[in-house]
């Protein structure tokens, strides 16, 4: 049969599960547009969308043969994509926090009891970490959150660009966030709750 257009959504999962690629390709076209536009409502860049996207279909491939249905096939897709596109939030969320409370470890803030514990023992194992990093961007780091300097500042300081100080704060941001990934998880999990109601 060659023309794909005319079968079923069940007529083409049928077919995948024995590894067609032609009804593959038909159910991606018959989906992708409107699965992208889907992604992008909610994680509003183009980029990740269309990735996400992509991970669905590359997904739908390997479990070609045990897949199994229990409604619609735009239905499990949607699904599935849903379940993606959270997942990504969440993760985003978490790199997003976790670069905040760095940011914020110098000054406590007045919030819940849990969480001022929290972010205390992120600052304390902020300072037993530092020493890992190179000299220089120890010094750039500890400058900024401890001296509470500006990069032109520090630059001047130093003697150096304020381009390559703004290149030593991220690499400290990025090793310290990495380094403190457990507690990380633990202070964000309170900013994760609404997710619950994100989708409904």
């Given at each position: 049969?060659?023309?794909w257009k005319t079968?079923?959504?069940e007529e083409l999962v049928?077919?995948?599960n024995f590894s067609d690629h032609a009804a593959f390709t038909e159910i991606f076209h018959r989906y992708h547009g409107a699965l992208y536009s889907f992604a992008l409502k909610r994680c509003r860049e183009a980029e990740i969308a269309e990735e996400l996207v992509q991970d669905l279909f590359v997904n739908l491939w390997i479990k070609r043969g045990q897949l199994y249905i229990t409604a619609t096939l735009s239905g499990y897709l949607y699904v599935a994509l849903r379940n993606l596109v959270l997942n990504h939030i969440q993760k985003q969320m978490l790199r997003d926090r976790a670069t905040e409370i760095l940011r914020l470890a110098a000054p406590v803030p007045q919030t819940a009891p849990e969480e001022i514990l929290i972010v205390k023992e992120i600052g304390q194992e902020v300072d037993r970490n530092l020493h890992l990093?190179?000299?220089k961007c120890r010094t750039v780091y500890e400058l900024s959150r401890k001296q509470y300097k500006s990069n032109k500042q520090i630059a001047a300081e130093l003697g150096i660009t304020e381009k390559t100080v703004e290149n030593h704060m991220n690499?400290?941001?990025r090793f310290l966030r990495l380094s403190l990934h457990q507690l990380f998880t633990i202070a964000i999990i309170y900013s994760l709750l609404y997710l619950k109601t994100f989708f409904k």
């Open positions: 049969m060659n023309n079968l079923t959504d049928e077919r995948l990093l190179p000299e690499r400290a941001l």
